[in-house]
């Protein structure tokens, strides 16, 4: 059983940067892979990136090259570092986490079994 708990959300403006953090539970955390998604209001929820337990990172296309994914198992937090914000960008953003994920389905947030309670950003233009 893995507990998640986000933070770092909160009101920019376009062109800033934030960091959101996602902290979990447990002893086996490196054994996890975790993701960021995120819903915008009337619209379904996406994938935005992946720390993938054999320790490679995915994106997005929309985020590729503003948004950082890291993890520090040590202290069993997965980070989104995401600079040059825009509108778009306007959603809640939710940590997940999976031990049995295969590399196929990743990008897939039904494949996930564990969650945050999810994290607001607002981007104002």
């Known amino acids: 059983q893995v507990q998640l708990v986000e933070s770092g959300g909160g009101l920019v403006q376009a062109g800033d940067s934030l960091r959101l953090s996602c902290e979990a539970s447990?002893?086996?955390?490196?054994?996890?892979?975790v993701a960021w998604f995120r819903q915008a209001p009337g619209k379904e929820r996406e994938f935005v990136a992946v720390?993938?337990?054999?320790?490679?990172?995915y994106y997005a296309d929309s985020v590729k090259g503003r948004f950082t994914i890291s993890r520090d198992n040590a202290k069993s937090t997965v980070y989104l570092q995401m600079n040059s914000l825009k509108s778009e960008d306007t959603a809640v953003y939710s940590c997940?986490?999976?031990?049995?994920?295969?590399?196929?389905?990743?990008?897939?947030?039904?494949?996930?079994?564990?969650w945050g309670q999810g994290t607001q950003v607002t981007v104002s233009s």
């Open positions: 720390a993938w337990r054999g320790g490679n990172r």
């Open positions: 447990g002893r086996t955390f490196s054994r996890y892979t």
């Open positions: 997940a986490a999976d031990a049995s994920l295969i590399l196929s389905s990743i990008r897939g947030p039904a494949n996930y079994a564990y």
